[in-house]
């Protein structure tokens, strides 16, 4: 007579000859209605950046079209002044509203207001601000329920070597005259590229600490009510340090800048690049292949940024928030894959994980100026990535939930849906070249954005997106299914809005 340890044997071994040989165990079901909140981020989390030299008109990245550049200075091209007031461009910008529209960027350094028409630029300056083009951005803004953030010019300069905030008071002071919301600003644009900011030569980190100070107090009185932003440095210490220094560069060292500080900001702002585009490097450590734009660890490196600053931000300015105030798919006006739907699963995922790490707000660059835009700049016409942003600006709440990502290639995140108490709605960034699919305890409204082959345009639900007459955004159908799945290296959002999700009550 077999014992008990026997038959248990046999029927294991039976139970395994009956099994396929590569047998898979599924995961659960996911559930939206048990999905724990981890925090908020701001109402204008996703917005954007105008530059400076857009508005003002100059020399900004010199577009592929034309050609490869044949000297350093060869990679700028001029453009006109933005029509802040092109129709398409304010419909598609008030779709992606309430934003907050940064007016900034490395030329912002040497730009001088004009308070005054017929007044003559002194030196110093390379562009000019002129009361019309403040007018515009004044119009645009309200037609696009904007919000203004501003930085302000390294020169001029007072007698005794401080900055002189003469025309930061002007700045402010004919912003609030043409009715502009002013939500915040800071002093200079990437301060630890020194060699860009106007500032006197041999510029160093205690200057720029006493300097950044006396801004605070001086835009405090000039704008009560709006915050100030501090550092507004680029990329993490201690790796551009060492980029700068072999390019011959001078550069600022972040904690440098940030220790001497004395006045409290109300954020700590920085920028991300995870690379450079080939108009600035196509070797080394940050130049990029088309390969990169579904490399995990090409898209953790915004983790790391952030955690850099996040760790200074507790040793400077304890319990402020984070703000990107300038990111994009690579600096130097972006790769020449950074305006094709190649881009799209890289801008969701930031979105994603910066969310979930309490990042507050984070600025694209650009709205409509070269490849990283959103919007094509000779057209206006919407790139793939306007229509993934539009889709988080409709479906995706302010308050994020907790998720775990099915594997390191395909990354899920998921917010409260907008405007739908108790609802749940997810997004999956797909990273691998087969389709992915996440089963789901509830049924779901599905939007799945895919390539459409030509790169330059975007599917949702197998139907092109395209403005219709007189630039009607199309209308974004989703279709109902009882789990989300994801294109290759597609992007796909699910809405629950019956999720009960007690977080989202």
Not at 319 to 330: H, S
Request: hydrophobic share 45%; net charge positive.
């Amino acid at each position: 007579m077999m014992g008990q340890r026997t038959l248990t044997l046999m029927a294991a071994a039976l139970l395994a000859c009956a099994l396929p040989a590569k047998a898979t165990v599924m995961p659960p079901a996911l559930d939206p209605s048990t999905l724990p909140a981890t925090g908020t981020v701001h109402p204008r989390f996703q917005s954007y950046n105008i530059e400076m030299v857009e508005v003002t008109g100059g020399r900004f990245w010199k577009p592929y079209r034309l050609g490869p550049p044949a000297s350093p200075e060869d990679r700028y091209a001029y453009r006109p002044p933005l029509d802040l007031a092109n129709p398409r461009l304010v419909r598609l910008a008030a779709a992606l509203g309430p934003a907050i529209v940064r007016v900034s960027g490395t030329w912002a350094n040497r730009t001088w207001f004009q308070a005054q028409p017929g007044t003559t630029r002194p030196p110093g300056f390379d562009q000019t601000l002129t009361m019309a083009q403040l007018a515009g951005l004044a119009r645009f803004l309200r037609a696009t329920d904007g919000e203004l953030l501003l930085s302000f010019a390294g020169v001029p300069r007072l007698p005794d070597g401080r900055w002189d905030p003469a025309q930061m008071q002007a700045l402010v002071a004919a912003s609030r005259r043409a009715g502009i919301r002013l939500i915040a600003g800071h002093y200079l644009n990437e301060p630890n590229l020194v060699h860009l900011t106007g500032t006197p030569k041999g510029y160093s980190a205690n200057e720029f600490a006493r300097d950044s100070d006396l801004f605070a107090t001086a835009f405090r009185r000039a704008a009560p009510g709006a915050l100030v932003l501090a550092p507004d440095a680029v990329g993490q210490g201690p790796a551009i340090e060492a980029l700068a220094r072999a390019a011959n560069q001078p550069v600022l060292g972040v904690e440098a800048m940030m220790a001497p500080m004395r006045v409290t900001v109300d954020a700590v702002a920085y920028h991300h690049y995870g690379g450079v585009s080939e108009r600035c490097a196509t070797s080394g450590p940050l130049a990029l292949t088309a390969a990169s734009a579904f490399d995990p660890a090409f898209l953790a490196r915004t983790d790391a940024t952030a955690a850099y600053y996040a760790a200074l931000r507790d040793r400077f300015a304890p319990g402020a928030p984070l703000w990107l105030t300038e990111v994009a798919q690579a600096a130097c006006g972006g790769s020449r894959w950074a305006a094709t739907f190649a881009d799209t699963p890289r801008y969701i995922d930031q979105m994603g994980r910066l969310a979930r790490a309490g990042v507050q707000v984070i600025l694209h660059n650009t709205l409509a100026a070269s490849d990283y835009a959103l919007l094509d700049e000779r057209d206006f016409a919407p790139r793939p990535n306007y229509w993934a942003a539009l889709l988080w600006a409709r479906l995706m709440d302010r308050r994020v939930l907790t998720t775990d990502h099915p594997s390191p290639t395909l990354r899920l995140y998921a917010h409260c849906l907008k405007g739908r108490r108790g609802g749940v709605a997810l997004v999956a960034v797909n990273l691998e070249a087969e389709p992915r699919t996440i089963a789901l305890a509830q049924r779901a409204e599905i939007y799945a954005l895919a390539d459409a082959d030509t790169g330059r345009a975007v599917t949702l639900n197998g139907t092109r997106l395209a403005l219709g007459p007189r630039d009607a955004l199309p209308a974004l159908n989703a279709v109902g299914a009882d789990a989300l799945t994801v294109a290759p290296r597609g992007v796909s959002f699910a809405v629950v809005p019956d999720a009960g999700n007690r977080a989202c009550r």
